[in-house]
């Protein structure tokens, strides 16, 4: 019965993440909003205006905000390495407001949006995320040299992220209140 159903559904638990889909047709300029707020306060990073300094993976700048949202697919013309020299001397290739995404948002679009959003004149176009990976716990941190974690760089596209995989595109984010 109807009463059933709507029972059954009450009982159903609230999501972690919200995401908030653009309508019509979906293009690498549609904009996703992703709501957090019911992710564990301790798991959230502060808001910020500003880029995010280069971390790795473990790090509390690899955490989200309660909310952020997508800009534009930007090709920034510079890898990894650049664009890390880029950021730790205070500058950004981003638009005014916007930052690229760290690992986690990166992890998040790549689950979250759709297909058509990742391609500019369909050719499949991942991100860089400011997040370099830092080869884990059971890694062997190889890319640490004098207490200096080198790390190389993860990778966000459609359906999943890699490592070390090369791109000049990043895909601008910023956070929002929802």
């Excluded at 957090?36 to 473990?58: D, F, G, H, I």
């Excluded at 297909?115 to 080869?135: A, D, I, P």
């Excluded at 995989?165 to 929002?176: F, G, K, P």
Aim: aromatic content about 10%; overall charge neutral.
């Amino acid at each position: 019965t109807a009463s059933t159903i709507k029972d059954k559904d009450s009982n159903l638990p609230t999501p972690l993440i919200n995401v908030i889909q653009p309508g019509g047709t979906i293009t690498s300029s549609s904009v996703y909003r992703f709501d957090m707020t019911n992710v564990n306060e301790k798991s959230l990073r502060y808001y910020t205006t500003r880029e995010l300094e280069p971390a790795n993976e473990n790090s509390e700048i690899a955490k989200v905000y309660k909310g952020f949202e997508t800009g534009d697919l930007k090709n920034i013309n510079q890898g990894y390495t650049s664009l890390k020299s880029t950021l730790e001397s205070g500058n950004s290739p981003c638009d005014d407001g916007y930052r690229i995404p760290n690992i986690r948002e990166g992890a998040l679009m790549s689950l979250y949006c759709d297909g058509n959003w990742w391609k500019v004149n369909n050719v499949e176009r991942g991100t860089m995320v400011s997040s370099y990976f830092s080869l884990g716990k059971l890694g062997t941190n190889v890319y640490q040299h004098k207490n200096a974690d080198m790390g190389i760089s993860w990778i966000c596209r459609n359906a999943h992220v890699s490592v070390g995989e090369v791109t000049t595109y990043i895909r601008q984010v910023r956070d929002y209140n929802p």
